[in-house]
């Protein structure tokens, strides 16, 4: 009898134990046409909450990940955040690969009063604030502003402006347009093309007839942009030209073929050019191993921007759990708003109750491809 | 002068890969009258698979013969196990099946392959020609060449052999063809495997122009669809025509217009045409038997 007992005791110490388990969700888009941004993401997210877990969980419990895949469909990307909120119970969600599945999310994360923490672009997801919604990656207009600085400074400020006409190139040509004026720079051409065209010099011809034009920027996403920058050096157009964030990878040099890319400009983090980072950079140290424990956990697979915006996600979330005084989702959600130069991937965050992006533009790196390699410019 | 050839030589290049792609769509739509949606995933396959081939070591001629036969291999599954059981089904099911198979092959191709975006080296260098101040790439011939080639022998094979006669018997009449001794199953295969390998071997020819990826054969589809229904669905000259129309429609449009309505152009010019040929520039009339 007494020896029953005591296993229905350390039964019900187990059931307490495991129920216990602090759990997080994660909605990303590991496959369909954002996979390429989704799957280091994912990646990235699984081996944090491992890693986490090794080194004692949070306060001594176990992370338990729970982890949905919205194939880039914002209507799957809003069931998943029902489903973790009200099923699975989760204490804060990670994730919101595109702007559209980010804003799907931010809906339930407001309505359930659970934190989340988005890995999409846009400026809307934070603007105006949301008190439960927070963002790793920078915004359009703080690559248009990095951007601008750096043509200004080089005398540059006639330009032509290219962009795509999908989701991301839209929505940083208006960002652009809408700021360019007050960084002193005067647009002269403005012309589109569909991110699968297959040949895009009719534009580029116009943007160089252009007179008085002075160099040319590109907003856009995927293989376009590879394709006009193989266009450009096509066409011998001399003029400096950049390109955006979002093709801060060596994908983006392998498409383009590094003879043409020689000389272009863009805005990325730091993550893309570790190793060339001062010693006494606060972010060389994180960059590094990030970089490293991510192509381990990969398989060799290279470290991208996106999964860089997952592992600042999970590090922000990480310290605000630990800092929370308990795990609900209110006190976490105060403990993320009060973190305050945390070193990412990206840059360091700081938020706060009007600031949920966190980050100012010396996150931004301004870089120009070299012989197939990327070189800071100062 | 220098920017209308400039215009022109981008419109010729676009208008090639549209009428590649349009190529594919004629055999299996002239065997059984069924619009294959798959045939952009064959292009993809193309492409992805030569890509795949040139990563592990291969050389280029080595891994785009192997992207086509495991496409047109794929081609005759697609039928094998999809069309074929569906047999009697009429038309709209028929195509309806196609637009899962693409479904299908693209989810395999991400998982078995990868979910990158991949581009092949050019055959013949990257260096442009200089033509009166207009610049064209070498691998833009290539792919002019290609469709011209393909052209052909489509043209060839339909009106000069028996094989390709008793393709259209097939789409004609299927019961009659067989009545005369035709063997229909083995039409419908050979149309798969070789709307297949027609599919493959744009994708090889374009790859180096516009990069591939898992997710290509969907916008590529839509637009060799647009082009085969300007020229006349089933021919391959309405092919040929339609893609290179559609191709210099939309450089034109973008360079002396605006490319914000390069596409609205296009499709309204398409429209246009159909209304006054609703079966393309060169489809053929149908008489219906009273």
Redesign the interface.
Known sequence: MKRIATGVVALALMATAASADIKIGAIVSETGPASSLGDPEAKTIRMMVEALNAKGGIKGEKAKLVLYDDGGDPSKAKTFATRLVEDDGVVAMVGGTTTGTSLAILAVAEDSKVPFISLAGAIEIIDPVKPYVFKTPHTDRMACLKIFADMKSRGLTRIGLISGTDGFGASMRAQCLAVAKSSGIEIVADETYGPKDADITPQLTNIRNRPGIQAVLNSGFGQGPATITRNYAQLGIALPLYQSHGVASNAFIELSGAKNAEGVRLPGTALLVGELLDPKDPQKPVVLAYKANFEKAAGGAPVSTFGGYAHDAMLILAEAMAKAPSAKPAAIRDAIEATTGLVGTTGAYTYSKTDHLGLDLSAFRMLEISNGGWKLVP | MS?LL??L???V??GA?YALVALGFTIIYNASDVVNFAQGEFVMLGGMISVAGVAAGLPLPLAALIAIVATAAIGVALNTFAIEPARGAPVVSLIIITIGASIFIR?VT?IVLD?????LPSFSG?A?FHVLGA?V?PQ?LWVVAGAVAIFVALWLFFTRTLTGRAVLATSNNRLAAQLVGINTKFVMTLSFALSAAIGALAGVL?TP???T?F??GI??ALKGFAAAMLGGMGNPKGALAGGLLLGLME??T??YIS??Y??AVAFFVILAVLFAFPRGLYGSNPTERV
């Open positions: 920017d400039q215009f030589a981008s419109g290049t676009v890969v989810g991400q979910k990158g975006t991949h581009r990257d442009p610049t790439l833009s374009i122009i516009l990069p990826s997710e290509v916008s590529l450089a034109l973008a360079g490319s914000h390069k596409d």
